[in-house]
């Protein structure tokens, strides 16, 4: 819900539910493409605005922001689930794991409390949800 997530600069104006959902970013490549030890001296497309730039950085390589990651001839960087939707594999390099949190009033434990006991009882359709809905 508004794609906002654990590490987010609005944490402590708002308060945030615990992680409803968590997506592990990763680099991958063209089918058949050889699994990697290491970025260094790899160029990796990055969606426009995406921190996964900062962690390619990182990892030695260099991102190559694009407004569609799908139309790269090389590797890419994305959440496991989207990699075979954008026709891609791993090559086994791992960037980082983001929580997703919903973000309630601050200091109202109850509203906060119900909300996570309402996202608990739903947990298994969430991720499909996410996936069906984003890009």
Do not use: C, M
């Amino acid at each position: 819900i508004g794609g906002l997530t654990a590490d987010n600069p609005w944490n402590g104006r708002v308060a945030f539910t615990k992680p409803i959902y968590t997506d592990t970013i990763i680099v991958a490549g063209p089918p058949g493409a050889e699994p990697l030890r290491s970025l260094a001296g790899k160029t990796v497309a990055v969606r426009l605005g995406d921190p996964a730039a900062a962690y390619v950085r990182r990892q030695g390589g260099t991102p190559w922001p694009l407004a569609d990651v799908a139309h790269s001839p090389g590797l890419v960087a994305a959440p496991t689930w989207q990699v075979p939707r954008l026709g891609f594999a791993p090559v086994g390099v791992t960037l980082y794991d983001t929580h997703h949190v919903i973000a309630v009033p601050p200091r109202d434990d109850a509203w906060r409390t119900a909300v996570e006991r309402s996202l608990a009882k739903r947990r298994p359709l969430i991720a499909e949800i996410l996936r069906t809905a984003s890009p």
